[in-house]
C-alpha cells in the first residue's frame, strides 16, 4: 500500500553539526508534509510543515526540502545540539475532502554527541 | 495555553479485560484524534472525532471505539484486550482537523496488557 516512510533508521551527528533527516512518501497526490520530534517519554512535537505548493521552508534552525519529481522529503537541522536528539518522523496528511488524517513514517533516531 | 492532556499516563491490565482513555484537547479545538504507536508498526490512525461524530476511521478491528463529548473531551476504549494491543495511546488535537491544521500530541496513555 502507499506510504509514508524513512531511509535512515539511526543517525548519529556530533555536536555543531548539521544534520539531514531523510523520508521518502509514494503517494503522488500527497499536498502537506509535517515534521514531528518525539523524545523519550513524550508525545510528537511539530518542528515545521511545507504544502506541494513549496520547494522549502525555514524555521528557526530548521529547513525542510521537498522534492516532489522524486517524492522525497528532508529535514535539516543546523548547529545540532544535544537538545535535539530524539526520533524524527516525517507525516503526509491523507484523507477525502476537507479532513485527513496523518499518515507517519517509520522514523529516524537522531543521537548527538558531545 | 494548556497543551493535550491524557489520562492516564500508565495503564497495566490482562488479557480480555476493557480499558477506557482519555483525552483533552487544548481549549478552542475541536477535532481530536486517536494515534496508536508500537515499535513493530509505528504511529497508525485509529480515528478521528469532531463536534462529537467519528469523521474518519483508520483499518482497526470493531474493539477499538471512541466517543467526543460536547466539549471536545475524547474517550477511546478498547475491549476484549489482546497482547497486542499493548502500546502507546496518543491523541492529537487540532482546531478544525482540516487537511492543513497542525496536530498537536499529548504525551500518551501507555497500556501494557499481560
Known amino acids: 500500500g502507499e506510504s509514508v516512510g524513512l531511509h535512515l533508521p539511526t543517525l548519529s551527528v556530533q555536536e555543531g553539526d548539521n544534520s539531514i533527516i531523510n523520508c521518502a512518501y509514494s503517494n503522488s497526490a500527497s499536498d502537506y508534509f509535517i515534521w514531528y520530534k518525539q523524545e523519550s517519554g513524550k508525545g510528537p512535537q511539530f518542528i515545521i510543515d511545507?504544502?506541494?505548493?513549496?520547494d522549502k521552508r525555514q524555521g528557526q534552525r530548521v529547513t525542510v526540502l521537498l522534492n516532489k519529481t522524486v517524492k522525497h522529503l528532508s529535514l535539516q537541522i543546523a548547529a545540532t545540539q544535544p537538545g535535539d536528539s530524539a526520533v524524527y518522523f516525517c507525516?503526509?496528511?491523507?484523507?477525502?475532502?476537507?479532513?485527513?488524517?496523518?499518515?507517519f513514517g517509520k522514523g529516524t533516531k537522531l543521537s548527538v554527541k558531545p | 495555553k494548556a497543551g493535550v492532556t491524557q489520562t492516564p499516563r500508565y495503564l497495566i491490565k490482562t488479557r480480555g479485560q476493557q480499558v477506557t482513555l482519555s483525552c483533552s484537547p487544548i481549549s478552542g479545538h475541536r477535532s481530536v484524534s486517536w494515534y496508536q504507536q508500537t515499535p513493530g508498526q509505528g504511529l497508525q490512525f485509529l480515528f478521528e472525532y469532531f463536534s462529537e461524530t467519528q469523521r474518519n476511521k483508520g483499518n482497526f478491528p470493531g474493539r477499538f471505539s471512541g466517543r467526543q463529548f460536547s466539549n471536545s473531551r475524547s474517550e477511546m476504549n478498547v475491549s476484549t484486550l489482546e497482547l497486542g494491543d499493548s502500546a502507546l495511546y496518543l491523541c492529537?488535537?487540532?482546531?478544525?482537523?482540516?487537511?492543513?491544521?497542525?496536530?498537536?500530541f499529548g504525551p500518551g496513555t501507555r497500556l501494557t496488557v499481560l
Open positions: 492529537a488535537s487540532s482546531s478544525a482537523g482540516g487537511r492543513t491544521d497542525t496536530q498537536y
Open positions: 511545507i504544502r506541494s505548493n513549496m
Open positions: 507525516a503526509e496528511t491523507r484523507g477525502g475532502g476537507s479532513q485527513g488524517n496523518l499518515i
